[in-house]
RNA sequence: CGGGGUGUAGCGUAGCCCGGUUAUCGCGCCACAUUUGGGAUGUGGAGGUCGCAAGUUCGAAUCUUGCCACCCCGACCA
C-alpha cells in the first residue's frame, strides 16, 4: 500500500477511481466494463441491501427471482421501452463452443444458433409482466407488490467503477394495482422510501422530484427520482421510482376483473437502487485522507489498536479490549479488535482512515495505568482521551457513532446548500454553473426542446421538477418564456 | 463509438526519439535483528512472456502493422 491519495481539489476524478482501490472496495476486472466487488466493498453494498431489503418487506412487498435472460421478441412489445435500452443490450446468439479445426481453441458453434436470440436483461419489466399476465385474474390478484434482487447488463461505452458499469448489481421493484391512484401512490411511497434510506443511513440529504418527459424511464408515464450533490458539485441520480400507467400491462395483455366484472387493464410501477449508490456514498462523504463511512453503513464501527512493547503487555491490553469488546458487541456494535504483529500502530491508523471506519480506539500501557483510552472520530479526525471511570465504554461509543451520523449529514446538506443558486438570467445561470456549479433553481419554459438547447450549450440537465416546487410566476432562464416555478438544472454523473 | 494519451516485477516508474552486454529506481514482498502512542531501521534475498500478436532486422522494451486494456475529452446512460 503505497502513501497518499491523489486531493480532490486537484483531479477529482483520480482521487475517486483510486480511493475505489485503494481501499478495497472494488476493482477493474479481466472482462471489459465489468468490475469486481471486493470483500470490504460487497460487505458495505451488503449493509445497504439488508435496510432497503427491511424497509421494501416493511411496506408490503415481498421478494421473487425472474430470468436473467430475456426472449428478444419481448422486449419489442413496448415501443418505447425496447427504444430506449436497444442500443446498449449484449445478446446472446449460440447455445454451444466446439474446438476449432485448426487447434487455436474454443469457437463458437455455428450449428448451435438460437431460433431466438436471448437478451441479458438491461432491466426486468418485459419478462415479468409476461409472467404476471398469468398471475393476474381478478381483482383479488391485486396488489401484486414484488421486488427482486439482481445483476442487470447495460452495455455502456465509458463505464467507472461503482457509477456505470456494463453489469451491476440491483434491485428492482414490479407492482401491479387495480387503479391509477393506487399505483401513483405506490410510486411515490417508494420514493420515499429511497429518500429516507439516503438520509437516515446513507447520510445523504437527496432531492425528491419528477423527471423531465426527456429524462424519463422509457415505457413510464411518470418518473420520480431522488438527486444528491456530489463533493464536485455534480449531481447523481441515486433512485427512481416509475409510474408505468397502463402501459405493460397493454403491451402483455394483462387484464383483471374488476368487482362490477369489467375487464381492465392493471396499473404498473417499477422502482430501482444499484450498486451505484457505493459511488455515492464514497464521493458524498470521503476526504483526502480515504473513505469516510456512516456508521449505520460500516462494516466496521469500531476498530481496536493495541499499542504494545513485548508479549505481557499485549496480554494485558488484550484482556481491557475483551471487555470491550463484549460490551460493544452486546449493544449491536460491530467491533474488530487488530492485535496483528505485522503492523505498526501509525501502519494502522492510516489503513483504518482509508477504509473509513468511523471510531477507532487505541489502547496502550499508559491508559492501562490511568484508566482511559484514546477514541479517535473519522469524520472530523479528532482524538480524545477517554476517561473510563466517567460512563459505559460502550455508551460512549454509541453516543459518538450517532454523533458522526449526524455530523456528516449536517456536513453534507450544508454543502448541498451551499451548492444550490437560484439564477435569474442567462449570462447569471453560465456564471454559476462555470465558477460555482452545483444545482442551479431556475425557471424554465416547460418545452423539450429549452431543455435540450440548454443541455448542448452548457452540458447541464434538468436533474428533477422538485416536488416541493417553488411556485411562483417568472421568465424561462433561455427563452423568456412565462414560467410557473423553478427547476433544478446541474452537470451530472 | 469519435479525438487525445498511456501500457516495463504486486504498485508506481527510468530507458523508447537515435535498435546492440546481465532492463533502472522507489514502494511492497521474504529472512534475520533491533523496533511498536501517527504509515520504523539495518543487513541479506526473491520477483520480469517489457500489454498481446504478427512483421522488419544478425539483433527489438526501442522501428512497422493489427488487436486488447486503462485514463482524459465528447456522444449514450442507473
Known amino acids: 500500500m503505497s502513501k497518499g491519495l491523489p486531493k480532490r481539489s486537484e483531479d477529482y476524478s483520480l482521487w475517486y477511481n483510486e480511493l475505489v482501490k485503494r481501499a478495497d472496495l472494488a476493482e477493474n476486472s479481466a472482462v471489459r466494463g465489468c468490475m469486481v466487488i471486493k470483500p470490504y466493498g460487497y460487505s458495505i453494498w451488503e449493509k445497504m441491501q439488508a435496510e432497503l431489503d427491511r424497509m421494501f418487506k416493511e411496506t408490503g412487498h415481498t421478494n421473487a427471482y425472474f430470468p436473467l435472460f430475456i426472449p428478444k421478441s419481448f422486449l419489442s412489445k413496448e415501443a418505447s421501452h425496447v427504444e430506449g435500452f436497444a442500443k446498449e443490450c449484449a445478446v446472446v446468439t449460440h447455445y454451444r463452443l466446439k474446438n476449432a479445426d485448426d487447434g487455436s481453441g474454443v469457437i463458437v458453434d455455428p450449428e448451435a444458433k438460437l431460433e431466438e436470440e436471448l437478451i441479458v436483461r438491461p432491466t426486468s419489466e418485459t419478462v415479468i409482466w409476461s409472467t404476471y399476465k398469468n398471475w393476474i ?5 391485486l396488489p401484486l407488490l414484488v421486488n427482486q434482487w439482481a445483476n442487470v447488463v447495460r452495455w455502456e461505452m465509458r463505464t467507472r467503477l461503482f457509477l456505470r458499469t456494463a453489469e451491476f448489481l440491483w434491485q428492482e421493484g414490479h407492482t401491479a394495482h387495480a387503479t391509477r391512484e393506487e399505483a401513483i401512490q405506490e410510486t411515490e411511497q417508494m420514493m420515499n422510501v429511497y429518500a429516507q434510506f439516503a438520509e437516515e443511513f446513507m447520510a ?3 432531492v425528491r422530484g419528477r423527471k423531465t418527459a426527456n429524462e424519463r424511464f422509457a415505457g413510464a408515464e411518470d418518473t420520480l427520482c431522488i438527486e ?3 463533493q464536485d458539485g ?4 441515486a433512485g427512481t421510482s416509475h409510474f408505468l400507467g397502463q402501459n405493460f400491462a397493454k403491451a402483455f395483455d394483462v387484464k383483471f376483473a374488476a368487482k362490477d366484472g369489467k375487464l381492465d387493464f392493471v396499473w404498473g410501477t417499477s422502482w430501482g437502487v444499484s450498486t451505484r449508490l457505493m459511488g455515492a456514498l464514497i464521493m ?18 469500531v476498530v481496536i489498536v493495541p499499542i504494545y512493547r513485548g508479549e505481557e503487555e499485549l496480554n494485558a491490553i488484550s484482556a481491557k479490549a475483551n471487555e470491550f469488546i463484549k460490551a460493544l458487541r452486546r449493544v449491536g456494535v460491530s467491533v474488530r479488535f487488530d492485535d496483528r504483529d505485522t503492523h505498526k500502530p501509525g501502519w494502522k491508523f492510516a489503513e483504518y482512515e482509508l477504509k473509513g471506519v468511523p471510531l477507532r480506539i487505541a489502547i496502550g500501557p499508559r491508559d492501562l495505568e490511568n484508566g482511559t483510552v484514546e477514541i479517535a472520530r473519522r469524520d472530523t479526525l479528532s482524538k480524545e482521551t477517554f476517561d473510563l471511570s466517567t460512563q459505559p465504554i460502550e455508551q460512549k461509543v ?16 450544508q454543502f448541498r446548500e451551499e451548492h444550490t443558486t437560484e439564477v435569474n438570467s442567462w449570462e447569471e445561470f453560465k ?6 456549479g452545483g444545482f442551479i433553481s431556475a425557471h424554465w419554459d416547460g418545452t423539450g426542446e429549452t431543455e435540450e438547447k440548454i443541455k448542448e450549450l452548457t452540458k447541464a440537465t434538468i436533474r428533477c421538477i422538485p416536488i416541493n416546487q417553488k411556485l411562483e410566476e417568472g421568465t424561462c432562464v433561455l427563452t423568456g ?4 416555478g423553478r427547476v433544478l438544472f446541474a452537470k451530472a454523473y
Open 481 to 484: 418564456k412565462p414560467s410557473s
Open 228 to 230: 444528491a450533490m456530489m
Open 137 to 141: 385474474q381478478s381483482y383479488r390478484d
Open 431 to 436: 456564471e454559476v454553473l462555470e465558477n460555482k
Open 234 to 237: 455534480k449531481a447523481l441520480q
Open 284 to 301: 458524498a462523504h470521503s476526504d483526502d485522507n480515504g473513505l469516510v463511512l456512516p456508521p449505520k453503513l460500516a462494516p466496521i464501527q
Open 204 to 206: 445523504l440529504p437527496v
Open 398 to 413: 454509541l453516543d459518538m457513532l450517532d454523533e458522526i451520523q449526524s455530523t456528516i449529514y449536517s456536513k453534507a446538506f
